[in-house]
């Protein structure tokens, strides 16, 4: 299977971890060899409830005894989307109540770009250095790094790209920008949170000029830092929100929700403003919804931050410099690029699944299921520190 994997199936990088899976539970991956890997990672965040949580899997066989695709996005009546995005509606802040549900959070940033514009009337869009919001064109046209998107130029216009943290380039943000989008904390800079109340004088400013206000939560959302949301720790609310990953429940998902007058201008002026035909699938919609109310309707976001204090208590090492991030994601950052790779790479053969991040190459992806136990925490905190002692500078 090795060989065709590197034969039939297209690769995103030189060399792929190539690891051959069997099966997946709870906090751990199986290879075909029965070898058990414990996951740090949770499918880069996209686990929120571990590998197979039975309320899922209960609510995707459930669904697949009713049916499955019966028509492109918006047009029947489908329960587990309806409810899904009447569940969305309830825990989140006026004005964001209608949400439009994508296959990808890639492509609801798309959506989200394309309504910004649609609001505004406006075309500039200002993002950040060193963000990271997917790999379509119009994702790609607000990543905040160059060297990935140099060789898929030309890109949409009009984007320009101010500095994440710094108050003193906001003045940037004009009666020209239709929106500005920013990574609730950012994730392939290196889990970088907002400061002094930085998101809040975005807010400001964006309302100032009639500018719309987009929050990627793809990463940070769904309970991963403890609240639902990353940005009800930082007292801003977004005109459009913008999630996928976690909602899931290891599912392909994305959404953008944002104000019923805003969502309503998709229907008409062109009529199919934004289209999909698999978006809100109901399968998927179906285990979404159940990883949804798992989530809200147990402690699992509380012990979220209990569970960050516990690796920050076993995860401390003359290599490993600060950790960054909140709640269940953390980067733990090493004293040099050679070191994380050492570690990653020795901790895979050590039964722990580490990754890294896309632009901090010192960054040690810490990003389990919420559903980790505090056992399975300090063993995973035990390997890697184990695996640092072996490191010789």
């Not at 959506?111 to 406006?122: D, F, I, P, Q, S």
Request: net charge neutral.
């Amino acid at each position: 299977m090795t060989s065709d994997f590197f034969k039939y199936q297209a690769q995103t990088t030189p060399h792929p971890l190539a690891m051959t899976i069997s099966h997946a539970e709870g906090s751990y991956i199986y290879d075909t060899n029965q070898k058990a890997y414990l996951d740090f990672v949770a499918g880069v965040s996209a686990c929120s409830l571990g590998h197979r949580h039975p309320k899922v899997i209960e609510a995707i066989k459930n669904q697949l005894d009713k049916y499955l695709h019966v028509m492109v996005y918006g047009e029947y009546i489908q329960e587990p989307a309806v409810e899904l995005t009447k569940l969305l509606a309830s825990h989140l802040p006026k004005p964001l109540e209608k949400t439009y549900l994508t296959n990808s959070g890639t492509e609801a940033i798309d959506g989200a770009l394309k309504l910004a514009r649609r609001v505004t009337g406006r075309s500039e869009i200002i993002a950040a250095h060193h963000a990271y919001h997917g790999n379509t064109m119009g994702a790609l046209s607000v990543m905040g790094f160059e060297e990935r998107k140099q060789v898929f130029r030309p890109l949409i216009p009009d984007v320009k790209f101010i500095k994440f943290n710094a108050q003193e380039e906001l003045s940037q943000i004009t009666t020209k920008t239709a929106a500005v989008i920013l990574e609730t904390i950012q994730g392939g800079a290196g889990f970088i949170e907002p400061k002094d109340g930085y998101l809040e004088k975005v807010r400001k400013q964006c309302d100032a000029v009639g500018a719309l206000l987009i929050l990627d939560e793809i990463q940070p959302g769904i309970g991963r830092t403890g609240k639902l949301f990353g940005f009800e720790h930082y007292n801003c609310v977004p005109d459009i929100l913008v999630t996928g990953k976690g909602l899931g429940g290891g599912m392909p998902i994305g959404a953008f929700t944002s104000s019923s007058k805003y969502m309503d201008l998709l229907q008409d002026n062109p009529k199919l403003g934004h289209i999909t035909t698999f978006g809100g699938h109901p399968v998927i919609a179906a285990a979404a919804l159940a990883t949804l109310k798992e989530i809200t309707g147990s402690n699992l976001m509380s012990q979220t931050l209990e569970k960050e204090a516990l690796i920050r208590q076993h995860l401390k090492h003359p290599l490993i410099t600060e950790i960054r991030g909140r709640g269940l994601m953390l980067a733990a950052i090493t004293q040099s690029a050679d070191i994380t790779n050492e570690v990653v790479l020795k901790c895979k053969d050590e039964g722990l699944i580490l990754f890294w991040l896309l632009f901090e190459p010192k960054a040690i992806r810490i990003s389990p299921p919420l559903t980790i136990s505090n056992d399975e925490i300090i063993k995973g905190c035990m390997i890697i520190t184990r695996v640092l002692d072996c490191i010789s500078l």
